[in-house]
């Protein structure tokens, strides 16, 4: 044993823990608790002021997959990027009227999912905000219902990820470098790399899509922008931040010390 793992054992003895304790792995749920215990305790978090702002669509004009598979590979693909998205639905999108849809619904961008037979896998136009994701290309005719769901997804993800200024990662053999044909996004998944999510926000905010912030209430108070407390957790922060000590520190001036 050395002496770093030995000081551990001194103060997990002394405090009344052991080695596997201490090494207890937190469920999804105890995570969960233990984060909502701690959001409760600053009052809950808030929007900053001017967050979000922006708009990314995503319109949806076809009926072979739910757009729900979409939404939950956004979601967990966005997590930096709240609160901007807009989900609609369209008869038809095509090439010569996507940059018109795309300023109808108030976007900076706009993803289009399609089902048609005359189009690639997507068309992607960055300096108009826009792209068109086709499901019809990722079918072969043979392609079963579930591969074809697994490649529309994937494909969903790789799309958004380019328009939104994650074109390319630096790990090898994953989603943005490696597709050219429907076949290789089989064994892919719809998880953009780490390097893309964090690319995708900066470039968002220099287009004018602004995540939302969320601030914990208590620093909202402190900055002095927060709205007036809605329970008795934030009434209390609200009233300790504002309050007047009772007893103020007194400084007394001495002439021989503060000359």
């Known amino acids: 044993m050395n002496f770093k793992t030995a000081i551990i054992g001194i ?11 201490a090494k207890k792995e937190l469920t999804p749920q105890e995570r969960a608790e233990r984060r909502s215990a701690l959001i409760a305790r600053v009052g809950g978090l808030v929007p900053r002021p001017g967050t979000p702002s922006g708009r990314i669509a995503f319109v949806n004009a076809q009926k072979r997959i739910p757009v729900d598979e979409f939404k939950a590979t956004f979601a967990k693909n966005a997590t930096k990027v709240r609160g901007v998205d807009s989900w609609v639905e369209a008869e038809s999108v095509s090439v010569a009227n996507a940059n ?7 976007a900076e961008f706009a993803v289009f999912i399609v089902d048609v037979p ?4 997507s068309l992607i136009a960055v300096e108009e905000g ?5 499901i019809r290309a990722l079918d ?20 958004y990820g380019i328009l939104c ?12 470098n490696t597709i050219s044909k429907p076949s290789d996004l089989n064994g892919c998944t719809d998880d953009l790399p780490v390097d893309v ?27 002095g922008w927060a709205k007036p407390p809605t329970n ?17 520190i007194k400084i007394e001036f001495d002439p021989k010390k503060d000359k």
């Open 11 to 21: 103060i997990l003895v002394a405090s009344g823990h052991s080695f596997a304790e």
């Open 100 to 106: 018109t849809l795309r300023k109808a619904n108030n």
């Open 118 to 121: 005359d189009l690639p896998m």
């Open 130 to 134: 826009w792209a068109i994701m086709n």
């Open 140 to 159: 072969d005719g043979k392609t079963k219902d579930d591969l074809l769901r697994h490649r529309a997804k994937n494909e969903f993800a790789r799309v």
């Open 165 to 176: 200024g994650g074109a390319s990662s630096q790990f090898k053999s994953q989603i943005m």
């Open 197 to 223: 999510t964090a690319k995708i926000p900066m470039y968002l905010e220099g287009r004018g899509v602004k995540s939302e912030q969320l601030i914990p209430y208590r620093r909202a108070v402190q900055e």
């Open 232 to 248: 008795d957790v934030q009434k209390a922060i609200w009233e300790q931040v504002h309050s007047i000590p009772d007893k103020p």
